[in-house]
């Protein structure tokens, strides 16, 4: 299976900030997402980052807000701007593995969990 | 719209007991589901991958089932221990090129020593 880096791993940031979160991948993925995990919540889809495109996002979601790049098929970093306290959440990079022997499983990283003060 | 929604929200077992974990799905119409777990703080680990056209997966002392026209799926975890307590949680994913997956809210296993 892929092995996803999220970095950072935690931060506290100061409200009205901007912060970037890298994923990383060791493998060439075709897909990758972002998602976010606010406390107590389950997950939800921000955004699909397509490489060498505009990322797709999920209703709710606005590129100004969180804009996203992908400049190649292993690394991706989500921007989280202009941050207010209801951003603090966690936010997750996942992959699609295709015509993988575990057939078009989704992976995830470890997450950063940002605490926006 | 797809809701998933798991039962129970939380439980407790003592070591070695069998257990059963539940999730419903409003709309059959799905490419597959997934079973995460999720220990505090931390990613989601895959646990199995079940494809819509599959009844049930395996791994070790999981095993998860999947009736599609029902709108169900169960995780059976044999033998419980310590280590199995985190948060399960269940997604399905309805179209197979977005990626998008339709989490449910999880069940916080806990297994006593």
């Known amino acids: 299976s892929a092995v996803i880096s999220q970095k950072p791993s935690r931060d506290i940031c100061q409200r009205g900030t901007s912060l970037t979160i890298q994923c990383q991948v060791d493998?060439?993925?075709?897909?990758m997402f972002w998602y976010r995990q606010q406390p107590g919540q389950s997950l939800t889809l921000i955004a699909t980052?397509?490489?060498?495109?505009?990322?797709?996002?999920e209703s709710g979601f606005v590129i100004d807000k969180f804009p996203i790049s992908r400049p190649n098929l292993t690394f991706s970093t989500l921007t989280v701007s202009n941050m207010s306290p209801e951003d603090s959440s966690i936010y997750l990079c996942?992959?699609?593995?295709?015509?993988?022997?575990?057939?078009?499983?989704?992976?995830f990283g470890e997450g950063s969990w940002l605490t926006v003060v | 719209k797809q809701e998933v929604t798991q039962i129970p929200a939380a439980l407790s077992v003592p070591e070695g007991e069998n257990l059963v974990l539940n999730c419903s799905f409003t709309?059959?119409?799905?490419?597959?589901l997934q079973w995460f777990r999720q220990d505090p703080g931390k990613g989601l680990t895959s646990l199995l991958l079940?494809?819509?056209?599959?009844r049930e997966q395996t791994s070790g002392r999981l095993n998860a089932s999947l009736d599609k026209s029902s709108g169900r799926s169960t995780l059976y975890i044999a033998a419980s221990q310590p280590g199995d307590s985190a948060t399960y949680l269940c997604?399905?994913?309805?179209?197979?090129?977005?990626?998008?997956?339709?989490f449910g809210q999880g069940t916080t296993l806990q297994v006593k020593p």
């Open positions: 079940i494809q819509s056209s599959q």
């Open positions: 980052a397509n490489q060498g495109s505009e990322a797709t996002y």
């Open positions: 709309d059959s119409a799905i490419y597959n």
């Open positions: 997604a399905v994913r309805r179209i197979p090129n977005t990626g998008k997956l339709i």
């Open positions: 493998s060439q993925v075709t897909m």
């Open positions: 996942s992959v699609e593995e295709r015509f993988s022997s575990s057939g078009n499983t989704i992976y």
